[in-house]
């Protein structure tokens, strides 16, 4: 799976970075779920004044986000003979 990062500035002028964001395609059903998500994410991370300079959105999910549906975004193949 790809993902990707995304760094801005909040109202504040504090550089702001979201890493593990998921690369999509436009066909998967959790597309949309995923841009919301992302956007209301965003906009919480741009209100605060007090912010760290990373943030992770995997862990947003993981928190949000029902286990199956999330499996289902994040999942990864069976690796065989444990490479």
């Known amino acids: 799976m790809l993902f990707k990062s995304l760094e801005f500035k909040n109202h504040v002028g504090q550089k702001v970075k979201v890493i593990d964001i998921p690369v999509l395609s436009r066909n998967n059903p959790y597309y949309l779920l ?17 912010v760290k300079s990373c943030y992770s959105f995997r862990l947003y999910l993981k928190g949000v986000l029902k286990w199956p549906v999330y499996e289902e975004i994040f999942k990864s193949g069976d690796v065989k003979s444990n490479a």
């Open 34 to 50: 995923i841009q919301f998500r992302l956007q209301i994410f965003v906009n919480s991370l741009y209100k605060k004044e007090k």
